[in-house]
């Protein structure tokens, strides 16, 4: 079992920056491909970033590819989503999962645990 608690969220202008952070607790962090999602209402979840497991790899969604960056510190069992350029349509709920498959990482059914989000808003 792994517990997720994201962490960071608020509000910000466009242009601004915000870096969110994802606890886990449970055991073998380091097992986990972890994964950043997000949802605007009335919207499916879609793919942020994912990053595998010791962090040699790394994945973005074509619309925040250049903007934000996905890291993690296995000791401290976080993961990190630095979001930088913001933009109005960045505003969503933003939620991190881990799963065991990096070929999955873009899928939402893929991942087997997942926070209870953070809400981020851009405005204009």
């Known amino acids: 079992q792994v517990q997720l608690v994201e962490s960071g969220g608020g509000l910000v202008q466009a242009g601004g920056s915000l870096r969110l952070s994802c606890a886990a607790s449970?055991?073998?962090?380091?097992?986990?491909?972890m994964g950043w999602f997000r949802q605007a209402p009335g919207k499916e979840r879609e793919f942020v970033a994912a990053?595998?497991?010791?962090?040699?790899?790394?994945d973005y969604a074509d619309s925040v590819k250049g903007r934000f960056a996905i890291s993690r510190d296995n000791p401290k069992n976080t993961v990190y989503l630095q979001m930088n350029s913001l933009k109005p349509d960045d505003t969503a709920a933003y939620y991190c999962a881990a799963d065991r498959n990096y070929a999955r990482r873009r899928l939402v059914a893929a991942y087997d645990y997942w926070g209870q989000g953070t809400q981020v808003t851009v405005s204009s």
């Open positions: 449970g055991r073998s962090f380091s097992n986990y491909v």
């Open positions: 990053i595998s497991w010791t962090a040699e790899a790394t």
